[in-house]
């Protein structure tokens, strides 16, 4: 092979066998409600845990001694306010609003960090009064459960706040699109979760 064939034949373009797209349609959508799916078997072993465990006082404080409804109400409706929030902001992205998704967004974290701070508090009060995890079982799958669902909520206040940069930085370009419908996913299913929580850990503790 002469100079000039070894010369053009390093010069040619790569050849690529793999012709379609690199990234499957749909593919992270899928793999993200397998990871949900994931996710709520870890919820419902956590549930299962606390029907269980959640009636083993061990001579401590029950449910009734323990809970404010009231304060789990207002809690409650944070992370409610929070999923219609998240839907504007989807509306917006819908309609190609930069400004007016960054603000839902924004919104929807305020409503986040609200839910997350009263059940900081919560838990404050309760060590304050001596309802640690090690007083009995009830309190142990109490705040394994419900710390579990307060993580989740602050891993994605900092995935909100994430996509708010990439959004300013980019755009509304089919990525962040993409991701924005993720986050949304998730948001909503901890709404689910937390209406589990409410209605399980804190009204049946109470009243049943």
Not at 31 to 45: E, H, K, R, V
Not at 48 to 70: C, I, K, M, Q, W
Not at 73 to 88: K, P, Q, V
Not at 171 to 198: A, Q, T, Y
Request: aromatic share 14%; with cysteine; net charge neutral.
């Amino acid at each position: 092979m002469t100079m000039a064939n070894t010369t053009a034949s390093q010069t040619e373009a790569p050849v690529f066998y793999l012709k379609e797209e690199h990234h499957p349609q749909n593919g992270t959508m899928l793999g993200f409600w397998l990871y949900l799916m994931s996710d709520c078997l870890i919820f419902a072993i956590l549930f299962a845990t606390h029907g269980v465990l959640g009636r083993n006082y061990a001579a401590g404080p029950s449910p009734a001694d323990l809970f404010d409804l009231e304060l789990v109400a207002i809690n409650t409706s944070m992370l409610l306010f929070s999923s219609i929030t998240y839907g504007f902001a989807m509306l917006a992205m819908e309609k190609g609003s930069i400004k007016g998704t960054q603000m839902w967004l924004a919104i929807t974290g305020l409503f986040g960090i609200a839910f997350v701070g009263l059940e900081l508090y919560e838990f404050h009060h309760l060590w304050h009064i001596g309802a640690t995890p090690m007083r009995s079982g009830f309190l142990s799958s109490f705040y394994t459960l419900v710390a579990t669902h307060g993580l989740h909520v602050t891993f994605g206040i900092i995935w909100l706040v994430t996509l708010m940069v990439q959004v300013g930085k980019r755009g509304l370009v089919p990525e962040n699109k993409r991701r924005l419908m993720c986050l949304s996913l998730f948001w909503h299913f901890l709404d689910v979760i937390w209406i589990g929580v409410f209605s399980v850990v804190y009204l049946l503790g109470v009243l049943g």
